[in-house]
Structures are given as structure tokens and as C-alpha cells.
């Protein structure tokens, strides 16, 4: 992938002639777990991204020490290259990236294409859960400098940050507080981060979810005004969008001040005494 700025993506023939390699921990993390379960890659081991990666108090990431325990506990070790994927074009596969960069594992790949371009494609699947032995898995200090709080994107309204809505267009002017199906999880008000821009998460992938080239990408966000020389803060509902659009950005592109906010919608659009727009803008 020498069109990327980073090598952080792998294709999918590259990986299924390794799937026997232990050097190699190959992780699926659905929106869905129960996909998991119905048929994996082999050898594939699957982490739900609530119950697993997520402290259910704090609704917050896991501390250090228990994201460490959790990737050991399934055989996840840091001499070992990780490879992520997932469904809904990989929505939070590409989260769990984020997620492990944060905690400062650097060896971590994205497949290019989610599970449903795997499985159209005839590439061999399994519903048997793998038997890995324990890893070893030490998590680094929280790299902050890829992660947004709400206090600094208060800040960031008032400065030359660019904030990125990647969400529906609907969701981005107000229309609908959340996307069909999510109803549930809805904020207190539809709209968006004054002064943010709406670039869509979809348009940076392909119709079978691999990534666009690296030409098309730059004439997407350039052409919107995301430079390299200016901060960027991504954010969608929960996450995980918004996480697929900071891998983009960040490690396709190489823009390096890149943050997710990963509280997005769910805590901007309930919080007391923040500004909102609604409108296409």
C-alpha cells in the first residue's frame, strides 16, 4: 500500500496466506458480536467492543491494566502484528485500532475490506472459537495526542481546529438525532458542533468497503478544506465512525494532528450549556 502515507493496511490474500502464522493475532470486532459467532476467520479471535472494551461504570475505555489482561487472557501478545477487522465496512475494527494506539501498540494493521467482502469473496471461515495460549500484553502510557475530551473541543470551536462530522447528513443537520435503528441511544438534540464540517465517513470507501486511493481521499478532504498544516477533530455518534475517519485522515493520509472525540454526539448533544447548529450549514 506505497500510495498511503503509513503501510497499515493489509489485502485480503496477503492475510489468507497467514493464517497459520503466530507471529500474526488476527481480531473481529462487530457491531454485531453475534457475527462472530455465525462464522470468523480461522484462528480468528473475537472481542465485543461493549462488553469487552468498554468499563460499563465509567462508560469510558478500559484502564491499562485491564485492557493488558483482556488481550493476554485471549492470547494476544506485543511482539505479535494485529490485524483488525470487522462489519459495517470495519466501523469498529477501525476503532479498536484507535483503541490500540492509544495504549501504544504500533504493530496493528487494518484489512482492507470488512468481513462481508471476506465472505463474498469464498475466503475460508470457521465457527469454531480458537484455543490460543496466553499472551503477553503490556499496555503503554495513554497516548493522548489522538484522543479528543470535550473540554478541548470547546477550545477547538474557538480556534483554527477543524472539527469533522463524519455522520449522516441527516444527523448532521438535525433531521434525525440518530441514524435509523438507533433510536435508543439518541442524544437530547439533533444538530452539530458549530463551525464543523460534514464529510460523511461512506465517502471514503469504496462500494465493497476497501478504502479509496490515496489520490481520491486527498481531493475528498482537501477539497473540503482538512489541510495538513491544521488540527483535525473527528466525531460522529459514539465513536467508532468518527474512529474509522481519524485511521483515514491520520494513517492513510498522514496528517498528524489528528483527534478522535470519541464522547461525539451521545455526550455533546445532552450536555448543558454547549452551543449546537443545526442546518446543512
Known amino acids: 500500500m506505497a500510495e498511503y ?40 479471535i473475537g472481542l465485543d467492543w461493549k462488553e469487552d472494551l468498554q468499563d460499563p461504570l465509567r462508560r469510558d475505555f478500559l484502564g491499562p491494566e485491564e485492557f493488558g489482561e483482556l488481550l493476554s487472557s485471549r492470547g494476544v501478545s506485543n511482539d505479535q502484528t494485529v490485524v483488525l477487522y470487522g462489519d459495517r465496512n470495519n466501523w469498529f475494527a477501525a476503532y479498536t485500532y ?14 482492507n475490506g470488512p468481513r462481508e ?7 475460508s471461515t470457521t465457527a469454531e472459537v480458537p484455543s490460543h495460549p496466553r499472551g503477553s500484553f503490556t499496555a503503554k502510557p495513554a497516548d493522548e495526542s489522538i484522543r479528543a475530551r470535550r473540554e478541548e ?13 463524519v455522520r449522516s447528513p441527516a444527523e448532521f443537520s438535525g ?5 435509523a435503528g438507533y433510536e435508543h441511544e439518541g442524544a437530547q438534540r439533533g444538530g452539530h458542533i458549530p463551525g464543523a464540517l460534514s464529510i460523511p465517513w461512506v465517502q471514503a470507501i469504496n462500494d465493497d468497503g476497501t478504502f479509496k ?8 478532504y482537501g477539497g473540503a478544506g482538512v489541510i495538513d498544516e491544521q488540527e483535525v477533530i473527528t466525531y460522529c455518534r459514539i465513536g467508532e465512525r468518527s474512529a474509522h475517519t481519524w485511521f483515514v485522515l491520520h494513517e492513510l493520509l498522514g496528517i498528524e494532528r489528528v483527534r478522535n472525540y470519541d464522547g461525539s454526539w451521545s455526550e455533546w448533544g445532552s450536555l448543558v450549556g454547549v452551543p449546537i447548529e443545526v442546518g446543512a450549514g
Open 98 to 111: 484507535w483503541y490500540l494506539k492509544y495504549y501504544g501498540h504500533d504493530d496493528v494493521v487494518l484489512l
Open 153 to 165: 473541543v470547546l477550545v477547538a470551536m474557538r480556534a483554527a481546529t477543524k472539527l469533522v462530522d
Open 175 to 179: 433531521e434525525v438525532i440518530s441514524a
Open 5 to 44: 502515507a503509513r503501510d497499515v493496511l493489509v489485502e485480503p490474500a496477503w492475510l489468507e496466506e497467514r493464517l497459520q502464522d503466530a507471529r500474526i493475532r488476527i481480531i473481529e470486532v462487530d457491531e454485531n458480536p453475534a457475527l462472530y459467532a455465525a462464522a470468523h476467520i480461522p484462528g480468528a
Open 117 to 123: 467482502k471476506w465472505i463474498s469473496d469464498g475466503r
Open 213 to 220: 486511493s490515496a489520490e481520491e481521499l486527498r481531493a475528498l
